[in-house]
């Protein structure tokens, strides 16, 4: 089946730090999604990616989907305490998502 | 809050037993998805419903299964449970059958002791 894989696994950083992850998978996915989990509570989808190339921002928060379609990438900028929690990409094909197993932030005061 | 709601909260039961997750959708979306996440895992994806109907299947074990009702609400029925089973269960919905942009609900903890 098809599998991502997300990295790094955790990152320890200080506020005010830019953040780096990124998911990468063998096979091609039609769009990416990245997702964010708080502690007790549901995913929330945080950027949708439709286009291989295509570089979308929300917020703080940019993603990109890479031009293989085979990766995609997630910064935060100046990070901010609230940004902890987990952070999950999906690869989604013919209505089936594939999830990275999530990068886990923790953001120092 | 993500409009999708899901009962119960919290669940302890034993091995062998059986039960019934429930997931309401946000209103107007037609999809419904549900999810296993467990403690050293991420999300795997069960299975997916469209306007009642199966639309796909992930790594869903044949003791598990689902239906979507007219009024668009889902139950996943989890039988012969064993202690692995122990995990999140959470429901998605989206108003289309695509997999995208899918509001989660809150999860159902399950603990099988």
């Known amino acids: 089946g098809q599998q991502l894989n997300q990295s790094p696994q955790s990152m320890f950083i200080q506020e005010g730090e830019d953040v780096s992850m990124n998911c990468t998978s063998s096979?091609?996915?039609?769009?990416w999604l990245w997702y964010k989990q708080d502690p007790g509570e549901g995913p929330v989808l945080l950027i949708a990616?439709?286009?291989?190339?295509e570089l979308t921002s929300n917020g703080r928060l940019t993603a990109q989907f890479g031009i293989t379609r085979k990766d995609s990438f997630l910064n935060i900028s100046a990070s901010i305490p609230s940004d902890v929690g987990i952070y999950f990409c999906?690869?989604?094909?013919?209505?089936?998502?594939?999830f990275g197993d999530g990068t886990t932030l923790t953001v120092k005061p | 809050d993500s409009g999708v709601t899901q009962t119960p909260k919290h669940l302890i039961t034993a091995t062998g037993q059986r039960v019934t997750l429930r997931c309401s959708p946000r209103?107007?979306?037609?999809?419904v998805y549900w999810y296993q996440q467990s403690l050293d895992q991420g999300l795997q994806f069960l299975i997916q419903?469209?306007?009642?109907?199966?639309?796909a299947k992930g790594n869903i074990l044949e003791r598990f299964s689902a239906q979507q009702f007219p009024d668009l609400h889902s139950e996943l029925n989890l039988s012969s449970l064993e202690l692995g089973d122990s995990a999140l269960y959470f429901c998605?919905?989206?108003?289309?059958?695509?997999?995208?942009?899918?509001?989660f609900g809150p999860g159902t903890r399950l603990t099988v002791t």
């Open positions: 990616l439709y286009k291989a190339g």
């Open positions: 419903y469209y306007n009642g109907e199966e639309r």
């Open positions: 209103s107007g979306d037609l999809s």
């Open positions: 096979s091609i996915f039609n769009t």
């Open positions: 999906a690869g989604v094909n013919a209505g089936k998502s594939t």
């Open positions: 998605a919905s989206s108003v289309a059958g695509t997999g995208l942009e899918q509001y």
